[in-house]
């Protein structure tokens, strides 16, 4: 064979499998697109490190961070990265505080904060935003407009993620989860395609992302229903977690869940513990759609006698940011969940405070963790949410109102990343813990066994079987989405997040 015939065959290999052996994503993208790169340690690099939750995500640190600012643009970086075989990861606000879900250590990352359209329509009342914004400058860019969207309680969360875990809003007794009034998507599939998802397009492919996470694509843009919005009244409470008030505070967000008589209003009950000064309190985040909420909603926590109250009538979008005070950083963060029935009212003081002592006892198995801070909350799941997110189409979680649910979010932070493996075992043990409170007086017959109780993705532990928990036909329609979506588990092999179950 002649030398330069050899050459050819040789080049012609080459190019037939050039695709393999493209060097990093990074640089492919540099050089072939006009895509927006960061690399360390230029300062638009540092700074979008430093907007995650947990420090431990921060620490990681991607090969460089990709931010596109056209759905062109992602659609090219997924066809870069069907030629190599990197783990990626895709981030908005960075909330998440599960490693590798929105963080990657070594391979790219792909940032949506240049994907961060805002555009109300007055005629359709419907707004398009993009997954790169928050909720607090969703809030301030609607609030001249009369409408708003449902979306996070905290400010500072981002939109990417939070939709397409449900998110649950202050608005959800009144509207359903955020993701229910999302009305259309459009997404980057796994083949770099193109795809506009709505009840009529792609129906299952809609269903399955409300509440789906990143296991289908990337959604570039969100097209969500409006709701006219005017002043509202809100802001928190706090008291000390005394034996009294601690017993007063679960009875009376056991009474606020159950009948939920008015749709207008939302809470988070909160506990905190931290354990190196025995600063044990309770902090409530209050919220009424309405200048002034009645008096009886609120009135079995007001009558507990808080020690601080900052309630009080102001702009929607100002309780979002001023929310904000609740997003400390410097922290490495974990969460979890767990779903509980909610329990009648002759039993409601002694199980609450069952979960409650149960909390107590696990969290303290950590408190030699330097700078460890035990949160609890519960969150009112109440009937009325899950009808409404069935009138609006569904989702995932597929809730039924057969019973109220409270949704416990568990959270720890603490100082040093050298610490994760024992609170990693903490928070299990803590879910675990309450999960076995609620199997034991499910036995005793306090709490209805035949129960339908899934975890919430959006306050999920990595190891938590988000998929496993929901109906079996929900899972199969995600795994039946999944097949005709990412049929080589591109999504699945390569980045993080709740992985759907074969
Ligand atoms: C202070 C605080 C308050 C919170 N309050 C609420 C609340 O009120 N209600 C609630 O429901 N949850 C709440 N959460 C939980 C929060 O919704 C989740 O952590 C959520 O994942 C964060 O969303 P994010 O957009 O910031 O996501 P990120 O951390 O950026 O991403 C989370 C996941 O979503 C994926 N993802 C992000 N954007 C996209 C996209 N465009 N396309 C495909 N996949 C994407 C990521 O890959 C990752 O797996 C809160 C969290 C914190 C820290
Ligand atoms: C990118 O371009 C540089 C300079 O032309 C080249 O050396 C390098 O091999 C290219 N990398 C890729 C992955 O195309
Ligand atoms: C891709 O990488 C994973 C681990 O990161 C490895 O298990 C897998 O075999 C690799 N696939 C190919 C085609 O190289
Ligand atoms: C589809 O969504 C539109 C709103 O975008 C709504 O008017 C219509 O009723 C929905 N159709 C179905 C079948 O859910
Ligand atoms: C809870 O509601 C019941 C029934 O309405 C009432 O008897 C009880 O006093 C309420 N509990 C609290 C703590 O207000
Ligand atoms: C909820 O409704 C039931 C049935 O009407 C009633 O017995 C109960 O007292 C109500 N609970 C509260 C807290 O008002
Ligand atoms: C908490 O721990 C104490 C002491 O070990 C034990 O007596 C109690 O039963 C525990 N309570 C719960 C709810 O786990
Ligand atoms: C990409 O995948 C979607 C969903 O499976 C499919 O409908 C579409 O035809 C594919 N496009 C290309 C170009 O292969």
């Known amino acids: 064979m002649a030398r330069s015939t050899l050459i050819r065959v040789v080049l012609g290999t080459a190019a037939l499998v050039a695709p393999a052996i493209a060097q990093g994503t990074c640089e492919t993208v540099e050089n072939r697109t006009s895509i927006s790169i960061s690399t360390s340690p230029a300062i638009s690099y540092t700074e979008e490190q430093s907007h995650y939750w947990s420090t431990f995500c921060t620490d990681l640190k991607p090969a460089c961070i990709l931010e596109p600012s056209t759905t062109e ?4 970086i997924v066809s870069i990265l069907r030629e190599n075989n990197e783990t990626f990861a895709v981030k908005s606000g960075g909330h998440n505080p599960n490693n590798y879900f929105a963080s990657v250590d070594g391979g790219p990352l792909i940032s949506t904060k240049n994907l961060n359209e805002v555009i109300f329509d007055a005629d359709t009342e419907t707004v398009r935003v993009g997954p790169g914004n928050r909720w607090d400058e969703v809030g301030e860019q609607l609030d001249a407009t009369g409408y708003t969207v ?3 309680r905290i400010g500072n969360v981002g939109v990417g993620g939070y939709l397409l875990g449900n998110g649950l809003s202050f608005m959800s007794t009144e509207y359903g989860w955020a993701a229910n009034s999302i009305l259309e998507a459009t997404v980057v599939l796994a083949n770099a395609s193109i795809v506009t998802v709505s009840n009529t397009s792609h129906p299952d492919l809609f269903l399955a992302l409300r509440g789906g996470g990143n296991n289908f694509g990337i959604v570039t843009s969100y097209l969500l229903q409006a709701y006219p919005q005017g ?3 809100g802001g928190n409470l706090e008291f000390d977690a005394t034996p009294e008030n601690t017993a007063a505070l679960l009875a009376a967000v ?6 939920y008589s008015d749709g207008k209003a939302g809470i988070i009950m909160t506990a905190e513990r931290t354990l190196g000064t025995l600063l044990d309190i309770w902090i409530l985040f209050l919220y009424y759609n309405g200048p002034e909420p009645p008096q009886e909603v609120f009135e079995e926590f007001l009558a507990i006698g808080p020690t601080i109250n900052s309630c009080k009538t102001q702009r929607y979008a100002d309780l979002l940011s001023g929310n904000n005070w609740a997003v400390l950083t410097g922290s490495v963060y974990t969460i979890g969940t767990e779903t509980i029935p909610l329990p009648g009212a002759a039993d409601g003081a002694e199980i609450l405070q069952a979960v409650y002592d149960r909390w107590v006892n696990v969290s303290d198995t950590a408190k030699f963790v330097p700078g460890l801070i035990a949160s609890v909350a519960f969150q009112p ?19 039924d109102d057969d019973v109220d649910r409270i949704i416990v979010e568990l959270d720890y932070s603490f100082t040093f990343k050298s610490d994760y493996d024992q609170v990693d075992l903490t928070m299990r043990a803590t879910y675990d813990g309450i999960s076995d409170v609620v199997k034991g007086y499910q036995q005793s ?4 066994s035949d129960v339908y109780l899934p975890i919430f993705m959006n306050d999920g532990f990595y190891p938590q079987d988000y998929f496993g928990r929901l109906r079996p036909e929900k899972l199969q329609l995600a795994q039946k989405v999944q097949a005709e979506v990412d049929p080589d588990g591109f999504w699945k092999e390569r980045t993080g997040g709740f992985k759907i179950p074969a």
Do not use: C, Y
Not at 73 to 76: H, K
């Open 150 to 152: 449902v979306g996070g």
């Open 254 to 259: 056991r009474n606020f869940t159950e009948n």
């Open 445 to 448: 017959g306090q709490l209805p």
């Open 73 to 76: 643009e992602v659609a090219a």
């Open 231 to 233: 002043d509202i009244w």
């Open 381 to 399: 799941m109440p009937k009325r949410v899950a009808q409404i997110a069935r009138s609006k189409g569904g989702d995932l979680l597929d809730l």
